[in-house]
């Protein structure tokens, strides 16, 4: 298996643009999470689901902020409109049974 | 939730043993402790867990107390590869919360 996958690897946009960030998660993992890291702040879970649907999305930071996983073999995060303060890390995990496999995560720079 | 407590930073000589401790003393009986470990501009990278009993894999040992509220990971021999953000955290009904976890350097 290749892995968790994850798209763009970099992304730079000006704030106010819509952002889609896209995983894959390993085949025949049931779940799946969204995270983000920053310097100031860490590792932040933002939300995860479960068979595709979402079972906490209590660290999503605000209403700018979307995740959907509309089969087990793709899931997007949206941030629109992005703002500077959106600059992170974002990486996608997924997992079955426990142990979190985590992809090589999508560099954001909001300008 | 339980909360982890970690060192902020660890040196290491190459070739020696890592030991990487963590506090977990507000731990319940059904939660796991997970060890992932984040090298610079990757992913964190899963190492090992367990509950109660010792646990060891090809790339490390983790040793947890009898009354579980601290463990340990063992690098038995540190490589500068190892060089790298250690989390120690608990898992709670399937979530991983991440700490701040200790930066180990290991040096030649």
């Known amino acids: 298996d290749a892995g968790v996958i994850q798209s763009p690897r970099h992304e730079v946009t000006e704030m106010g643009q819509e952002v889609t960030l896209r995983c894959k998660p390993i085949s025949g993992h049931d779940y799946l999470f969204w995270y983000r890291q920053t310097m100031m702040r860490g590792l932040e879970l933002l939300i995860y689901f479960n068979n595709n649907v979402p079972i906490d999305d209590s660290g999503m930071p605000e209403d700018r902020f979307s995740a959907k996983m509309p089969n087990a073999s793709f899931s997007t995060l949206k941030i629109q409109p992005s703002e500077p303060r959106d600059s992170a890390v974002y990486f996608c995990?997924?997992?079955?049974?426990?142990?979190?496999?985590f992809g090589p995560g999508t560099r954001l720079t909001v300008t | 939730d339980a909360k982890t407590t970690q060192p902020p930073s660890m040196d290491c000589a190459e070739g020696r043993a890592a030991n990487l401790p963590c506090n977990h003393s507000t731990i319940s009986g059904n939660e796991y402790v997970y060890w992932y470990r984040q090298i610079h501009s990757q992913g964190p990278q899963y190492i090992i867990h367990?509950?109660?009993n010792n646990e060891t894999n090809e790339m490390a040992s983790l040793i947890i107390t009898e009354d579980r509220k601290s463990s340990t990971l063992i690098l038995p021999h540190a490589t500068l590869r190892d060089t790298a953000v250690y989390y120690c955290?608990?898992?709670?009904?399937?979530?991983?919360?991440f700490g701040q976890g200790t930066e180990l350097s290991v040096k030649p």
């Open positions: 367990g509950l109660k």
């Open positions: 995990a997924s997992s079955w049974g426990g142990d979190k496999y």
């Open positions: 955290i608990v898992r709670v009904r399937g979530k991983l919360i």
